[in-house]
């Protein structure tokens, strides 16, 4: 598999949520705030919330100009977490993103977040994201790398949450 920086990595950058991904952790997520799943990817992931009962915006829309929702989530794409957390922080609303655990060293988020509450919480295993090049699924191994929840806002009941 290609590295995260590679021009590889970089082209084909699609890696959509499986719906047990959201399914891990609905109990974090309160039911009655708006989620603006703000990545759009192939819209599954939209639908996967609103099948566990949530209320979600989804639309194609682009994150840098649009300020949607109560709560945003998503699994962004992974390339661009350097433009995506400064963002947040601008936007400073409660979010739950799903990026590799190596994120959490990066310069992007200590200098966005360093005096701000992140929380995480961490699967039990490997999530598999379904790999899309030029739209269509494609059969790949195991995903190779671990990713965490990172949190802001959430007022999760511990500052590390590992899932059972």
């Not at 963002?87 to 994120?103: G, H, N, Q, V």
Request: proline share 5%.
């Amino acid at each position: 598999m290609a590295g995260f920086h590679t021009k590889t990595f970089l082209k084909h950058d699609d890696y959509m949520t499986p719906k047990s991904a959201w399914e891990n952790i609905q109990q974090y997520i309160p039911k009655d705030k708006v989620l603006w799943e703000c990545f759009y990817g192939d819209g599954k992931s939209g639908t996967y919330l609103e099948e566990l009962g949530f209320e979600v915006i989804h639309e194609e829309i682009d994150f840098y100009k649009h300020n949607k929702g109560d709560i945003l989530i998503s699994n962004p794409p992974f390339s661009d977490c350097k433009n995506i957390m400064p963002r947040l922080a601008e936007l400073d609303k409660p979010f739950i993103m799903l990026m590799p655990s190596a994120k959490i060293n990066t310069s992007y988020i200590r200098n966005n977040f360093k005096d701000k509450e992140l929380q995480i919480i961490i699967p039990r295993k490997r999530i598999q994201f379904v790999k899309l090049v030029d739209g269509e699924e494609i059969k790949t191994n195991k995903c190779n790398f671990d990713c965490f929840y990172y949190c802001y806002k959430m007022n999760l009941p511990q500052s590390i949450l590992w899932l059972e």
